[in-house]
């Protein structure tokens, strides 16, 4: 059981920066977190800038010998802690996510176990993440790979927990130290999570800085000692991440938008219509449709357009909306006043370009009057519109009726994103052939959202560069360095008298 009181009474009345596992003295500008919901203040949030973004890439710096000089199992060790820390203070943290963002405890909860798998993962994962060896003429190559040193990250608002374990894990399990930079919005999980840091890792090796993109952000992502570059949010703020690092020539992971292409052929079974109308509105409205790998594109035959319409429509229709601190699956509230201008804004696109199936309104909750809160919505209408081009990142479904399975193709691929895909159907040679024409860094077949532990989650084309939550992430966090063997000195050869 989460007690959502208890956890906003064990909030700080204020956090500055956690540099070198201890929180830094609040003596500048704050901004306020508040609850997404209801509007109560939760706390003052130091607005750090290039002076904590300094002191804590000097803090990074200075562990960076020690952490990478320790074994793979001592890393290991360390994560397994943290995850188990998580873990036992889930309750707390998911309220106090509940709160921050304005999603639903059952959604938060889940958030948090993903977080805890992640770390898990990684523990696993670096006791295996091997160099490569070969032998040549009177010696050996080895290929060994080495961590960069002081990483920058920079997460965005919509799954804190899920975002930070996905940055921190792979991270430091390689033997990198971090600064990290959580969103303005969403903030306080990840400084809590600092007091869980601190009982675990040494000084340094983890640092949070909170503060505006602009600020903080930018300075994270100039700062010469930084030696890797990482970042999940919005395409436009990647390609700014993305051009830091090429002036100062250092690797950038991008995990960026998404308006993902989900897919139902037409042979599936009556039977299990309406176990798919489920899936497909789970793919589109969790996370209240605040997430790049949402399905908001549905591609549905004509030959079952009717039937699975009717069908959707009634699921959305049974969607609750309310007060997100409910513990019963429900749709909250979107993150701020921003968040909810720009999905009304899309909304009223929509009805101007397409056709109203169910939804397009704002829902009043009783005691949550600071909320944005939308009735889920599902428009009728084509690819070329706008709101089935455009990340609307709100609880918004764009449904495309299709025939021809070559202009289906086409047109799940017309997009600038390539995130995720989700397929439905019965034939499993059809699954695999659809699977590899579609542009999409994850494809999901009869069960969207089926991130497994280890499962490689990167984009194309606009979505991204690189790949989370799996082994190659590793990689991504460090160099490969060969180092040749000679069995012996060769005779001299170059310079030899003749």
Not at 231 to 242: K, W
Not at 376 to 385: G, R, S, Y
Not at 420 to 444: C, E, F, K, M, P
Request: proline share 5%.
């Amino acid at each position: 059981m989460t007690d959502v009181s208890a956890a906003r009474a064990s909030l700080s009345r204020s956090y500055g920066a956690f540099i070198n596992n201890s929180f830094q003295p609040v003596k500048g500008p704050v901004f306020a977190a508040t609850a997404a919901a209801t509007g109560e203040h939760l706390a003052d949030i130091a607005r750090c800038g290039k002076d904590q973004i300094d002191a804590a890439v000097a803090s990074a710096k200075t562990a960076f010998p020690i952490w990478r000089a320790k074994t793979p199992e001592e890393r290991a060790a360390c994560l397994s802690r943290l995850a188990d820390a998580i873990e036992r203070e889930a309750g707390r943290l998911m309220a106090i996510d509940t709160l921050d963002i304005g999603r639903g405890l059952w959604e938060t909860g889940l958030d948090h176990a993903i977080a805890v798998q992640q770390y898990r993962y990684f523990a696993a994962a670096i006791l295996t993440h091997e160099g490569w060896g070969r032998p040549i003429a009177d010696g050996y190559l080895v290929a060994k790979r080495e961590p960069y040193g002081v990483c920058g990250q920079i997460i965005p608002w919509n799954v804190p927990a899920i975002m930070a374990a996905f940055k921190i894990a792979p991270a430091i399990a390689a033997g990198n130290t971090v600064v990290l930079k959580p969103d303005e919005h969403a903030s306080l999980s990840t400084l809590e999570l600092g007091k869980l840091i601190a009982e675990i890792f040494p000084p340094g090796v983890i640092n949070i800085v909170p503060g505006f993109g602009e600020e903080a952000g930018a300075a994270l992502t100039s700062h010469p000692d930084v030696a890797k570059l990482a970042f999940t949010g919005s395409s436009e703020v990647g390609r700014l991440i993305s051009a830091a690092g090429a002036q100062r020539l250092v690797p950038v992971s991008l995990e960026l938008g998404g308006k993902s292409p989900n897919i139902v052929f037409p042979d599936i079974a009556v039977a299990d219509m309406d176990a798919i109308v489920d899936n497909v509105t789970f793919a589109s409205m969790y996370c209240n449709g605040q997430s790049c790998l949402a399905g908001t594109r549905l591609f549905l035959h004509r030959d079952i357009y009717d039937d699975f319409m009717q069908r959707l429509v009634a699921s959305m229709r049974r969607i609750r909306v309310a007060d997100p601190t409910n513990s019963y699956p429900l749709l909250g509230c979107l993150v701020s006043e921003k968040q909810g201008r720009r999905v009304q804004s899309y909304i009223d696109i929509g009805k101007e370009q397409a056709s109203l199936a169910t939804g397009g309104g704002r829902a009043e909750v009783p005691g949550c009057n600071a909320g944005w809160f939308f009735e889920p919505t599902v428009f009728e209408t084509t690819n070329d519109t706008r709101i089935a081009q455009e990340e609307i990142f709100g609880p918004v479904l764009s449904v495309i009726r299709w025939s021809d399975y070559d202009r289906l193709i086409h047109d799940a691929n017309d997009i600038r994103y390539g995130l995720a895909a989700g397929i439905y159907t019965n034939d499993l040679a059809s699954a695999w052939d659809t699977a590899d024409r579609l542009q999409a860094g994850n494809v999901w077949i009869n069960n969207y959202f089926n991130l497994a532990p280890g499962s490689p989650f990167g984009g194309f084309k606009e979505s991204g560069i690189g790949s989370e939550f799996c082994h190659e992430t590793l990689n991504m966090y460090t160099h490969l360095k060969a180092v040749t063997v000679q069995t012996r000195v060769k005779p001299a050869w170059f310079a030899a008298i003749q």
